[in-house]
């Protein structure tokens, strides 16, 4: 039975989700009629909060209200997108995250200096989306398999969508090193996706199972799953605390780790951990389910790696003593 849980550090929204989130709430709460483009984060607790906070995601311009104000999601958008919002007297709050738009500048440039450009990244992600904005022509590829598409050229530069596993970089770079006489790598894997992993093994390594929560279509919270089955820890994938039903997934584990995705708010990791108590702690263990959930989140509290909506320290002690 479940005697103790770990919440990996550095987890919780990243910094871009946040401020895109951030942003979200502060136009609301202004009083201003807003809207997200697209839901800004795929989190439906998230989403909930700040549809109650009179937030309202729309799936294109055409649904806003005239007038009103819209939030671009960290992922960013297209350069067409913003003019198309500008020029229906919308106004536009950028929530891309800085990281996203250095991607499109370097995209931007490399299109000027004439490269083939292949970007490594899932078609049709809404990231991905928005930097072909930036360079239209690019060869987007993903999984091995599709790397036999990337045809020779003289000179190709290769960059990537930033929640692509560092590893995949690395291997598709090396691919590419055969194909081009003059071969441009701009590394733009998000640093912060890289602390996360490695965050998530280094747990991973300390307990007898882990929990991953987050988006099923994921690519980030997918790829922690992955590395915790590298690092030889049974791994669950889940999207929310109410996935958490069957004690006997956890076996005969008695500490369980638990990591999230970049749009998992880090509350949501604490939940987690206080339901795997209650579903298979030890009799004390889920008496004292949310006192040793909210020790874990405090643990994982880092200020030096905050990347998170974390509750203040003073908060979690609060919460603790109640
Ligand atoms: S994963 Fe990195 S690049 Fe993507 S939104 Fe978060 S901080 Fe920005």
Redesign the pocket.
């Known amino acids: 039975m479940v005697q103790d849980v770990r919440i990996a550090k550095r987890t919780g929204f990243?910094?871009?989700?946040r401020e895109a989130v951030d942003r979200a709430k502060e136009a609301a709460d202004a009083g201003r009629m807003t809207h997200t483009l697209g839901q800004v984060v795929h989190n439906e607790g998230v989403v909930a909060g700040l549809h109650a906070r009179g937030v309202v995601p729309i799936n294109g311009l055409d649904e806003a209200e005239p007038g009103s104000t819209v939030v671009i999601r960290?992922h960013g958008v297209t350069p067409g997108v913003r003019e198309a919002a500008g020029a229906r007297g919308l106004e536009v709050i950028d929530g891309t995250?800085s990281?996203?738009i250095a991607e499109q500048k370097e995209l931007q440039k490399l299109v000027e200096d004439g490269y083939t450009i292949v970007l490594l990244g899932t078609p049709n992600h809404p990231e991905v989306v928005g930097l072909l904005g930036f360079a239209p022509d690019a060869i987007v590829v993903d999984e091995e398999e599709d790397w036999d598409r990337i045809p020779r050229r003289k000179r190709m530069a290769l960059i990537t969508q930033?929640?692509q596993p560092p590893w995949k970089f690395e291997r598709l770079a090396a691919r590419m090193v055969q194909l081009a006489h003059e071969l441009k790598i701009v590394n733009t894997v998000?640093p912060?996706?890289i602390r996360r992993q490695e965050d998530t093994v280094d747990t991973a390594r300390e307990v007898d199972f882990m929990v991953v929560v987050g988006g099923r279509s994921s690519a980030n919270t997918k790829e922690l799953t992955r590395l915790c089955e590298i690092v030889g820890t049974p791994v669950l994938q889940i999207e929310h605390a109410r996935d958490l039903v069957d004690p006997a997934v956890f076996g005969s584990a008695t500490v369980v780790g638990v990591t999230g995705g970049?749009s998992t708010p880090i509350e949501d990791l604490q939940l987690v951990a206080e339901r795997i108590l209650e579903t298979a702690g030890t009799p004390d263990a889920r008496r004292r389910a949310r006192v040793i959930a909210l020790e874990a989140l405090g643990a994982a509290a880092t200020p030096a790696g905050r990347t998170t909506s974390l509750p203040r320290a003073g908060g979690i002690a609060a919460a603790a003593a109640r």
């Open positions: 990243c910094y871009g989700v960290a995250c990281w996203v930033s929640t998000c912060v996706t970049t």
